[in-house]
């Protein structure tokens, strides 16, 4: 989660490997498998500059994925999922200011 948030904080120019490393405080294997999970999944994108490879947040695909899961939380019950909603609704604010 701390290296799907850090690609995600990063924004579309994404984060060189070693960089995502430092930031994130894990060994470079261990973050290789993790982005490797991500990008089969879809939600992270790499792309070579030179000898790096720059990881980004795919964020249509991650809004995809946020959108399901609001869509199916709790089976639908509004009630239930009022804590998720309102966390979304503050993000999207402080995201537009």
């Keep these: ?3 799907f ?3 995600v904080s990063a924004g579309p120019k994404g984060l060189a ?5 430092d930031k994130v ?3 470079p294997s261990n973050l290789s498998a993790h982005l490797a999970v991500l990008t089969t999944a879809g939600l992270a994108q790499v792309t070579k ?5 720059i990881y980004a947040a795919d964020l249509a695909a991650t809004a995809e ?4 899961l609001v869509a199916d939380c709790c ?4 009630d239930l999922c009022r804590d998720v909603t309102a966390k979304l609704a503050v993000s ?6």
């Design 1 to 3: 989660m701390r290296i």
């Design 5 to 7: 948030r850090a690609l």
């Design 17 to 21: 490997a070693g960089v995502l490393a």
């Design 25 to 27: 405080e894990i060994s």
């Design 49 to 53: 500059a030179g000898r790096q490879r």
């Design 65 to 68: 994925l946020v959108s399901f």
């Design 75 to 78: 089976g639908g019950d509004p």
């Design 92 to 97: 999207a604010l402080r995201a537009c200011n």
